[in-house]
């Protein structure tokens, strides 16, 4: 069977006890077809980049799947069906990733510190050179 990682994005009208029945339903298919879900990761509400079907947000959810691709077309079929789900994608993957998924992962910032205070002066660079003032044009002045 091949690897698959599925995205879809549910209006941000439900709640998100509906967008885990959803995904209920789409591992009840996948099942009945022969299918497994390896990992499922709830990224919560979100902002969009632009509106999608009048909405700003929306709930979004990761499936890692191995699953034939009969079952992926029919998981995809009812995703296009139903009115909550505004957008899906489903790409194949070599492999499964282990952990959490990037979106997951805490990000380490190691420029800063933990309130976001720069590291001071670079060592690299020697001291800055005195700025030199531009002259100001008369004609251009007002």
Known sequence: MALY????????DISAQQAETLTEQFKTVL??????????????VK????RI??????HFTLLNIDAPPAAI???ER???????????LT?????LEAGPSAMMRKRDDDDRGE??????????????????????????SL
Do not use: C
Request: aromatic share 6%.
């Open 5 to 12: 990682e599925h995205i879809y994005l549910a209006r941000q």
């Open 31 to 44: 099942e009945s077809l022969g299918g497994k879900v390896e990992k499922v990761e709830y990224w919560g």
């Open 47 to 50: 902002t969009l980049a632009y």
């Open 53 to 58: 079907k009048k909405n700003r947000k929306a």
């Open 73 to 75: 077309a029919e998981m």
């Open 78 to 88: 009812q995703s296009g069906i139903n009115e909550d789900v505004l957008r899906f």
């Open 91 to 95: 790409i194949r993957v070599d492999a």
């Open 115 to 140: 309130r976001g205070e720069r590291r001071g002066p670079r060592p690299d660079r020697g001291p800055r050179r005195p700025r030199e003032e531009a002259p100001a044009s008369e004609e251009g």
